[in-house]
Nanobody
Framework: QVQLVESGGGLVQAGDSLRLSCVTS????????MGWFRQAPGKERDFVAA????????YYADSVKGRFTISRDNAKNTVYLQMSSLKPEDTAVYYC???????????????????WGQGTQVTVSS
């Protein structure tokens, strides 16, 4: 079992930047592929980004490509999501996810991930 705790959300204006963090505990962090999803009110939970255990493989949703950057620090048991040029449509609860085994094509599917954090709210005003 692994526990995930997100932080860094908040209220920002369009065009601003924000960095989310997800700290894990309970198991060896480097054994887990890590991902970020988001869910806006009344909508499904959507894939944002994913990073492999070593950090070599990284995937982004088209909607955030070029604006968001996922990274990890295995020494700190932490995965980050650096968000830039934020838009009102980025407003959502952002969730961190972890999985020991996940195929790249499955990384966009929320039901493919084993563990989830509680989420952190990001609100972007226009």
């Amino acid at each position: 079992q692994v526990q995930l705790v997100e932080s860094g959300g908040g209220l920002v204006q369009a065009g601003d930047s924000l960095r989310l963090s997800c700290v894990t505990s309970g198991r060896t962090f480097s054994n887990y592929n890590m991902g970020w999803f988001r869910q806006a009110p009344g909508k499904e939970r959507d894939f944002v980004a994913a990073i492999s255990r070593t950090g070599i493989s990284i995937y982004y949703a088209d909607s955030v490509k070029g604006r968001f950057t996922i990274s990890r620090d295995n020494a700190k048991n932490t995965v980050y999501l650096q968000m830039s040029s934020l838009k009102p449509e980025d407003t959502a609860v952002y969730y961190c996810a972890a999985s020991t085994i996940i195929r790249p094509l499955d990384s966009i599917k929320s039901n493919a991930w084993q563990y989830w954090g509680q989420g952190t709210q990001v609100t972007v005003s226009s």
